[in-house]
């Protein structure tokens, strides 16, 4: 059955900051977090750095889409938090990896593998 | 942290403290600089109110746009050179004077523009230098990019085409081996006289912009309605 991927609100729309928005949709999945936050979160479940030039490049785009919001600032911080439309994009692309995976893992098994020796 | 005033202004409107402050707290790597930078490089290309909402026209694409103007004029001149009129000197002056005005125009009109999307008067003369010296440039590689057409026998088919007779044999590599000191010294002096020119009407435009005299100027450069989002550049989601 072919994946159907949404067009209007598909995360590969957002080009080289795709993948990053998918890090930060992700660490906002859990709760509103401020700049910092999701760069110390984003390094601890995904063991990468996100500098700050990508994170606000990210934000900008996520907030111009209404996938993320800002709430009041905090002192000098503002935190921002997952929308509902970008809690659907985020879903509906983690479906997607999700079938990748399970599909990259059974096809590695070695009683369904396929790969040349 | 001076690479965040590589940012348009109305982004470090928007988001400039909070950048502060995150940086604060982050070790500054030579990575971190780079990606900044990047950063910077995106944000002035993408910005949109301010980087990517939907309601802001690219003001950087349409001041080049405006920029490109004057080289029309030196595209109009090469084909009145080819079909000549019985004097075309009136003509080639009067068509050097429009396009010099219609770049001026440009560089004045972005000086203004970039001040109503919130930047200060810097703002106004680095939009207005850089307007002036792209239009200054295009011009002259237009013109360069038409004589050496014209050589390769462009302009002899043309010839051809009005009755005459005969081909210029015409090698690229040794008449651009011989003429590039020139070719870079003009472009470097046009470049040079259309940042300085365009940078003083870039100022001139910020300052009309504030509202100093030429509302003519402040409606032309914000066409629609004017309200408190457009004057700091944000119109995206509520802050």
Same mark, same amino acid.
């Given at each position: 059955?072919? !994946?159907?991927?949404?067009? #209007?609100?598909?995360?590969?729309?957002? =080009?080289?900051?795709?993948?990053?928005?998918?890090?930060?949709?992700?660490?906002?999945?859990?709760?509103?977090?401020?700049?910092?936050?999701?760069?110390?979160? !984003?390094?601890?479940?995904? =063991?990468?750095?996100?500098?700050?030039? #990508? /994170?606000?490049?990210? /934000?900008?785009?996520?907030?111009?889409? =209404?996938? !993320?919001?800002?709430?009041? #600032?905090?002192?000098?911080?503002?935190?921002?938090?997952?929308?509902?439309?970008?809690?659907?994009? /985020?879903?509906?692309?983690? #479906?997607?990896?999700?079938?990748?995976?399970?599909?990259?893992?059974?096809?590695?098994?070695?009683?369904?593998?396929?790969?040349?020796? | 942290?001076?690479?965040?005033?590589?940012?348009?202004?109305?982004? +470090?409107? +928007?988001?400039?403290?909070? @950048?502060?402050?995150? &940086?604060?707290?982050?070790?500054?790597?030579? $990575?971190? $600089?780079?990606?900044? &930078? +990047?950063?910077? &490089?995106?944000?002035?290309?993408?910005?949109?109110?301010?980087?990517?909402?939907?309601?802001?026209?690219?003001?950087? $694409?349409?001041?080049?746009?405006?920029?490109?103007?004057?080289?029309?004029?030196?595209?109009?001149?090469?084909?009145?050179?080819?079909?000549?009129?019985?004097?075309?000197?009136?003509?080639?002056?009067?068509?050097?004077?429009?396009? @010099? @005005?219609?770049?001026?125009?440009?560089?004045?009109?972005?000086?203004?523009?970039?001040? +109503?999307?919130?930047?200060?008067?810097?703002?106004?003369?680095?939009?207005?230098?850089?307007?002036? @010296?792209?239009?200054?440039?295009?011009?002259?590689?237009?013109?360069?990019?038409?004589?050496?057409?014209?050589?390769?026998?462009?302009?002899?088919?043309?010839?051809?085409?009005?009755?005459?007779?005969?081909?210029?044999?015409?090698?690229?590599?040794?008449?651009?081996?011989?003429?590039?000191?020139?070719?870079?010294?003009?472009?470097?002096?046009?470049?040079?006289?259309?940042?300085?020119?365009?940078?003083?009407?870039?100022?001139?435009?910020?300052?009309?912009?504030?509202?100093?005299?030429?509302?003519?100027?402040?409606?032309?450069?914000?066409?629609?309605?004017?309200?408190?989002?457009?004057?700091?550049?944000?119109?995206?989601?509520?802050?």
């Amino acid at each position: 059955m072919p !994946i159907q991927r949404p067009r #209007t609100n598909d995360l590969a729309d957002l =080009g080289r900051f795709s993948e990053p928005a998918l890090l930060v949709l992700a660490s906002l999945a859990e709760g509103p977090k401020h700049g910092y936050a999701m760069m110390q979160d !984003i390094l601890e479940f995904h =063991g990468a750095r996100m500098e700050p030039g #990508t /994170l606000y490049g990210v /934000l900008a785009r996520l907030e111009a889409r =209404g996938w !993320i919001s800002p709430l009041p #600032t905090e002192g000098r911080r503002r935190p921002y938090r997952l929308t509902a439309p970008g809690a659907a994009v /985020l879903q509906a692309h983690l #479906t997607v990896m999700q079938r990748v995976v399970s599909t990259g893992r059974h096809r590695l098994e070695p009683h369904g593998s396929r790969a040349a020796p | 942290m001076r690479l965040l005033r590589l940012y348009p202004p109305a982004w +470090r409107a +928007r988001y400039g403290e909070e @950048m502060l402050a995150l &940086l604060e707290q982050h070790r500054l790597t030579m $990575r971190t $600089r780079i990606d900044l &930078l +990047r950063g910077a &490089l995106d944000a002035q290309l993408h910005q949109r109110s301010p980087v990517m909402s939907r309601n802001r026209r690219p003001s950087m $694409r349409w001041s080049l746009l405006v920029a490109l103007l004057p080289s029309t004029f030196v595209v109009v001149h090469w084909a009145v050179q080819l079909f000549p009129f019985p004097d075309d000197s009136t003509l080639w002056n009067a068509l050097v004077v429009l396009g @010099m @005005m219609v770049a001026a125009l440009a560089a004045t009109w972005s000086g203004s523009r970039a001040h +109503r999307m919130g930047g200060r008067l810097r703002d106004s003369a680095v939009a207005g230098g850089l307007v002036g @010296m792209a239009a200054l440039l295009i011009a002259w590689i237009v013109s360069w990019g038409l004589t050496i057409a014209a050589l390769a026998g462009v302009y002899a088919w043309a010839a051809d085409l009005q009755g005459g007779s005969g081909h210029i044999t015409f090698s690229f590599g040794p008449y651009l081996a011989q003429v590039w000191p020139e070719v870079l010294l003009g472009a470097a002096e046009f470049a040079a006289v259309g940042c300085l020119a365009g940078t003083v009407l870039g100022l001139a435009g910020g300052w009309l912009g504030r509202g100093a005299g030429g509302g003519w100027l402040r409606s032309g450069a914000t066409r629609g309605p004017i309200n408190a989002k457009r004057r700091t550049g944000y119109d995206g989601v509520p802050s």
